[in-house]
């Protein structure tokens, strides 16, 4: 499995950006062949997706995040990012990230998570 750190995350006002990262480290195996994703958890609530992106780069978003929040990954650096503009106090939650390993559908990692709060 991919070992995953995410960093970013922090207080910002409604309107405002935040860029989270996603390190991926610990296997020998081309960060390439994972499909990364961001997901997010508010205190109560069930984990939700956020927005995810494949091994070939295709990407997929919520709803509610559709047009604000933009995925990219590096794969040279082993890294996934989520671009968050025009943030909402309910955007608030823990964010996730998560590895699929293409080859073997169902066989994920998560990373602990890194605290977003969108509030004046």
């Known amino acids: 499995q991919e070992r995953l750190v995410e960093s970013g995350g922090g207080l910002v006002q409604p309107g405002g950006s935040l860029r989270l990262s996603c390190a991926a480290s610990g296997t020998i195996i081309s960060f390439s062949l994972y499909h990364m994703g961001w997901y997010r958890q508010a205190p109560g609530r069930q984990r939700e997706l956020v927005a995810n992106i494949t091994n070939s780069g295709k990407t997929n978003y919520a709803d509610s995040v559709k047009g604000r929040f933009t995925i990219s990954r590096d794969n040279a650096k082993r890294v996934v990012y989520l671009q968050m503009d025009s943030l909402k106090p309910e955007d608030t939650a823990v964010y996730y990230c998560?590895?699929?390993?293409?080859?073997?559908?169902?066989?994920?990692?998560w990373g602990q998570g890194t605290q977003v709060t969108v509030s004046l």
């Open positions: 998560n590895a699929e390993f293409s080859l073997r559908p169902g066989s994920f990692s």
